[in-house]
């Protein structure tokens, strides 16, 4: 008996110990990286708001982008679905050209003026790098996982600075309504280690005023409004999305020339006057959001250009243009409440992604470690509307939605809602 308890003993510390270098080595290694990313990032934006005759030249930084992928891409290309796929079924290492690829990609689509985000760019290096792991050490199935997770939480850490929603956003996108719960301290002590590995390399991350609510009748209806609003906005952005990807395979047979239609396009609208805020990340207008009135049509133009530079091809995420048409969103329904700017942006950038990419729990997350704790029960609320408004449409195609009666009686309150 003794024996078995000291072999039993022995097997734990070897786990932990195997485990912590894991850990220690993708939080390392992908919080560096993302450092380099964002720096990089910083670099290429500066460079283009310097020199926007570059936007001129995005149709043929969309051609050299597509050839390239077209030629060596080859699983890579499916971006965030590819990790999402090999999750739920393994059937192969993610290659690690993916890290690469998508992050060279994502900076000359920045460069040249593109309207798109990070978190992809973060997510796919993570998992990717994460997933190298089982080319020395032998890993079951299950173990594959959790290291796509693990490097999905590390990169999504790294880009945002908000380790908690990192974690769970990496358990909660992968089969929506089910946590896996078993590896949220994995996925959390990562998520942390990437980040503080990221800020060691002086990464500094996008600040947001704290935000504050006094509660009254009419400011809370009209938070309500909004987050039902948001849900609608997520959706017509996946559907708008779907349809500009859907059509370039359809009408363009060659797919190095579907970046190209949607370059040209976004150089129309830069020529016919459209505002520089609206191409490329758009973090300072995402910032101005809570402190001044925008625009009112700011958030329409952001999910514009954005379904157009993503659906026709180009590399980058889609969660900080997601914040862009969210936070100016709120700012526009802030007529609705002046003295309340700041917090209806906050629920406009969190509503929206909740409704685009179906996590709810991490957005209001994201929400508490940007901006707060104070309004933590408002946007545990508001991102759950927004969620069941959305029809649980997503932008990662390969999402999984576990059919429980409790969900698919959510869901069918959001049909009902969406056909009225």
């Known amino acids: 008996m003794d024996n078995i308890r000291f072999g039993r003993t022995n097997e734990s510390i070897s786990f932990f110990i195997r485990w912590s270098l894991i850990i220690m080595t993708i939080a390392g290694i992908v919080g560096s990286i993302s450092a380099f990313f964002l720096h990089a990032l910083e670099f290429v934006s ?67 003026g593109g309207s798109a985000g990070r978190e992809g760019t973060a997510v796919q290096m993570g998992g990717s790098i994460a997933h190298q792991i089982v080319r020395v050490i032998p890993m079951t199935k299950e173990e594959q996982e959790s290291l796509i997770i693990l490097g999905m939480s590390a990169g999504f850490s790294a880009v945002f600075g908000t380790p908690i929603a990192a974690a769970i956003f990496s358990i909660e996108v992968i089969l929506v309504g089910s946590y896996r719960w078993k590896l949220f301290l994995p996925s959390l002590i990562t998520a942390w280690l990437s980040h503080e590995v990221c800020l060691s390399w002086n990464v500094t991350h996008s600040l947001f005023p704290k935000v504050s609510f006094d509660w009254n009748f009419t400011s809370l209806v009209s938070i309500f409004v909004l987050a039902i609003v948001s849900g609608f906005v997520a959706k017509s952005f996946i559907h708008l999305l779907h349809f500009f990807s859907s059509f370039g395979k359809k009408w363009i047979l060659y797919p190095p020339f579907r970046p190209i239609i949607g370059g040209i396009l976004l150089v129309c609208f830069f020529m016919f006057g459209l505002s520089l805020d609206y191409f490329g990340l758009g973090v300072k207008t995402i910032q101005n959001a809570f402190i001044e009135p925008l625009p009112k049509e700011s958030f329409v133009w952001k999910l514009l250009l954005t379904t157009i530079t993503i659906g026709f091809g180009f590399k980058g995420g889609e969660v900080t243009p997601l914040f862009f048409i969210g936070a100016t969103l709120g700012n526009l329904l802030a007529t609705l409440d002046p003295i309340h700017l700041a917090l209806f942006a906050s629920v406009g950038f969190i509503s929206v992604f909740s409704g685009a990419t179906n996590t709810p729990l991490a957005c209001a997350i994201m929400g508490m470690e940007l901006f707060g704790y104070e309004c933590g029960i408002l946007y545990l609320v508001v991102t759950q509307i927004a969620f069941i408004i959305s029809g649980h449409t997503s932008i990662y195609s390969s999402q999984i939605i576990v059919k429980n009666k409790l969900f698919r009686s959510t869901k069918d309150v959001g049909k009902r809602i969406s056909d009225l």
């Open 46 to 112: 500066e460079v283009r708001e310097n020199h926007i005759q570059l936007l001129y030249f995005l149709p043929l930084a969309g051609l050299f982008i597509g050839w390239f992928y077209h030629h060596f891409g080859s699983k890579a290309n499916k971006g965030n679905n590819l990790l999402l796929e090999e999750i739920h079924s393994p059937s192969s290492v993610i290659p690690i050209r993916m890290t690469p690829f998508v992050l060279v990609g994502t900076l000359i689509t920045h460069l040249f």
